[in-house]
């Protein structure tokens, strides 16, 4: 059994870890599980069988940092933890900036911690559309076992910032529904630097919970290892291999179960580039979003948006209709770049960066898009529905409508040419508004649904717990799995789907492990 | 050894060449004096991008360049600051929908680098590290007890399934 303590204090890297540095030739190695990926499914996947006695293996592409390396260095941390530097695009009109996490923790390294149970009209339609029967009652123990381990809780009073105190005094007003955000960490201290890796340890990450977990119970993980291939015999996947970054070296691991969580862009491109055909042809497709605008807000107070918890509240009034708002500190350098001012304009309005405060939604989409493999790389497609659309320029007004109530003085939109706002009748004028929507700038962080889980092999890419169908010995835990996109943060549902991934591989041990 | 590629790219002299005189344009006045250092941090995003983005920047910005010689009689990086002015406008608006993509594309680029430098970020009251140097200590201070907790909690046995492995 390996030790390993928390990555705030260590002076060492824990044992158990082994990165690009310890490899120097060509290395086979044999484990009972392969897990492919470090996020949100496949750290957990790790740590319960790891705790479970199995000999587990983890491969993660990205390279393995502690809390000691998350500087104020903002520029410097997004090219350590982003995949391509955080420039990955969907293609379709608007096209998508989304954004990826890549290192050990996977994006929950740099997510912002909302911790949120899918919704129960969601697990209904998932029973109802997707044949998962049972989801919701089976789940509820594993939401609870997720919510133990990375310390899910509402975020300590006095860690509240100025931009989310904001908020809320907006929302009030209009008498809207705001809720505080449940999210995974223990005693935030308001650094607001979740996106760019969590300096304080407080949140809990997969970085700080369930990998050092893994580890702890005997797992080893591999950084810097990108898998290139899946190896299997006939339908059996047997391993996969791998190269480590900036070497020639490759990386074999042979197991008696593949785990497959790259995340549900890298997920299907993986699948299909080592020759696994589902019955359904639907890998690859299915691909929600959860597309996302956001809004400038200018105060004539202080802001200091980057101080302060980020996101503290969401605003839930508008949920049933598959909005949800929330509150964003952002560097200055992530809003200059944000903003189409240049030269003298862009300094003047940068003058007022005190007074910003950043607010945007997500948008449960009713479209899906598709990743296809493009040059043997992963490329995805996705046009936003006009309905979807037309909700996130209604969220604009709305949001809009409640940072006036809060006292904003001008907002700037995410439509391109579009003239500011100086008022609540301004934002409601929006929506008559002409903004054509190739000139909208569209970001998200939450893709889903690539290889969606349900009963029926001819419409689902695997079974209820994940198991692909048609092969065998191969499983998938990540974001790949939802049938649907689920309207609220993901990361609780992917990592609850993952222990019961866990589970199911425990209980049948003797036909997948032996 | 961290971020491959930032180590992989380097701006060619004519890319660094083209990309300082924009920085007038782009960056507000006051950046003037650090117009290296944006260009020089530049690289290091532009490096961490995709590789076909790396290389439609590097087209995009000799066409840039080559493009202002039928209008002036020589190029976008000799152009006095009214004319770089005018002709980034042409694009800014430009002929055609790409014309306009490289033009916002550079902006956010180069915004992005402006606004990383230490000058700009104190320039605007953003001072993160001194910040975060102040709320690590305060939380290790005053929540030792629970920090410590959630560590051993983290790492306590709490079996998914309470029997032993069949396969082992
Ligand atoms: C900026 C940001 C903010 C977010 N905020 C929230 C939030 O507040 N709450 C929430 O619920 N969700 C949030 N999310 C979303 C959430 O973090 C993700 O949905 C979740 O982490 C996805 O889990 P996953 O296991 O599918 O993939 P990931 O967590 O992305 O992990 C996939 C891992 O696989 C690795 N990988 C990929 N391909 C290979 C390969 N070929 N070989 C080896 N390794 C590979 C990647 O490097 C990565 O580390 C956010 C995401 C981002 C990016
Ligand atoms: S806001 Fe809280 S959870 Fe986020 S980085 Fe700062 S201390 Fe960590």
Same mark, same amino acid.
């Given at each position: 059994m390996v030790a390993a303590r928390q990555a705030l204090h260590e002076g060492t890297r824990p044992s158990g870890v082994i990165t690009r540095h310890d490899i120097h030739g060509d290395l086979v190695v044999d484990a009972d599980v392969l897990v492919i990926g470090s996020g949100a499914g496949g750290a957990t996947v790790a740590a319960e069988l790891a705790e479970a006695g199995y000999d587990v293996v983890v491969l993660e592409e990205g390279s393995y940092y502690q809390t000691?390396?998350? *500087?104020?260095?903002t520029s410097g941390m997004v090219r350590q933890l982003y995949r391509d530097g955080g420039a990955t695009m969907a293609l379709g009109n608007p096209p998508i900036l989304y954004q990826e996490g890549r290192a050990v923790g996977g994006s929950t390294v740099i997510n912002g911690g909302m911790s949120w149970r899918t919704p129960d009209k969601i697990l209904a339609r998932w029973e109802k559309e997707?044949?998962?029967?049972g989801i919701a009652k089976d789940l509820e123990a594993h939401f609870a076992r997720v919510e133990r381990r990375i310390n899910v809780a509402p975020m300590?009073?006095?860690?509240?910032?100025t931009d989310n105190h904001l908020l809320k005094q907006g929302a009030d007003a209009l008498g809207w529904n705001i809720i505080g955000n449940l999210r995974?960490?223990?005693?935030?201290?308001?650094?607001?630097?979740c996106a760019f890796g969590c300096p304080t340890g407080a949140k809990q990450s997969s970085l700080v919970s369930y990998i050092p977990r893994a580890l702890h119970y005997g797992a080893r993980i591999f950084a810097d290892v990108k898998v290139k291939r899946i190896m299997r015999h006939g339908k059996r996947a047997t391993g996969a291999i791998g190269t480590v970054n900036g070497t020639p070296h490759h990386v074999t691991v042979r197991a008696k179960l593949v785990c497959l969580s790259a995340g549900a862009i890298h997920t299907p491109a993986l699948l299909a580039r080592s020759g696994f055909r589902t019955?359904?042809?639907?890998?690859?497709?299915?691909l929600s979003m959860h597309p996302n605008v956001k809004v400038v807000a200018i105060f004539?107070?202080?802001? *200091?948006?980057?101080?302060?918890?980020?996101?503290?509240?969401?605003?839930?009034?508008f949920q049933d209709q598959g909005l949800v708002f929330a509150a964003i500190g952002m560097p200055p350098s992530v809003l200059a770049m944000s903003f189409p001012h240049r030269g003298r304009q862009l300094g003047e309005l940068m003058s007022r960066y005190d007074n910003m405060m950043l607010a945007g939604m997500l948008c449960e989409d009713t479209r899906t898009g598709r990743v296809r493999s493009v040059n043997g790389k992963p490329q995805a497609f996705y046009q936003l529905a006009d309905e979807d659309a037309a909700n996130l320029k209604r969220g604009v007004s709305l949001l809009s409508e409640l940072l006036f109530a809060a006292g904003a003085k001008q907002i700037l939109l995410p439509f391109h040419g579009a003239k500011d706002l100086h008022s609540a009748d301004d934002a409601r004028a929006l929506l008559k508004a002409n903004t054509p929507t190739r000139g909208w700038e569209v970001v998200t962080v939450h893709m889903m649904g690539t290889a969606r889980m349900g009963a029926d092999r001819s419409a689902a890419v *695997?079974?209820?717990?994940?198991m692909v169908h048609d092969a065998d010995r191969l499983m998938i835990a990540d974001?790949?799995?939802?049938? *649907?996109?689920?309207?609220v943060n993901p990361m609780e549902t992917i990592m609850a789907l993952a222990t019961r991934g866990a589970a199911h591989v425990i209980d049948n041990a003797r036909r997948l492990l032996s | 050894m961290r971020g491959m590629k930032e180590m992989t790219y380097q701006h060619s002299e004519s890319t660094r060449i083209v990309l300082r005189s924009l920085v007038r344009v782009i960056?507000?006045?006051?950046a003037a004096p650090i117009a290296d250092d944006i260009v020089a941090h530049m690289a290091l995003t532009i490096g961490a991008s995709p590789a076909v983005l790396q290389k439609l920047i590097g087209t995009g910005l000799t066409t840039y360049d080559l493009g202002a010689l039928p209008r002036y009689g020589k190029r976008a990086r000799s152009l006095s600051d009214a004319q770089a002015e005018a002709y980034y406008v042409s694009w800014e608006h430009g002929l055609t929908p790409l014309h306009v993509q490289f033009a916002r594309a550079i902006n956010q680029l180069m915004s992005l680098s402006c606004y990383e430098q230490p000058l700009m970020m104190e320039a605007v009251g953003f001072r993160p590290g001194p910040w975060i140097d102040e709320v690590r200590a305060k939380r290790l201070r005053v929540f030792a007890a629970d920090v410590a907790r959630q560590e051993a909690q983290v790492l306590a046995p709490d079996p998914l399934r309470p029997s032993k492995p069949e396969a082992r």
């Open positions: 000691r390396d998350f *500087t104020a260095d997707a044949g998962l029967h300590d009073a006095e860690a509240i910032g995974n960490q223990n005693h935030c201290v308001g650094s607001n630097r019955p359904s042809g639907q890998l690859g497709h299915n004539d107070q202080p802001v *200091t948006n980057w101080k302060g918890a980020h996101q503290a509240f969401q605003v839930r009034e *695997t079974d209820a717990h994940g974001a790949s799995l939802f049938p *649907t996109p689920i309207g | 960056c507000p006045p006051e």
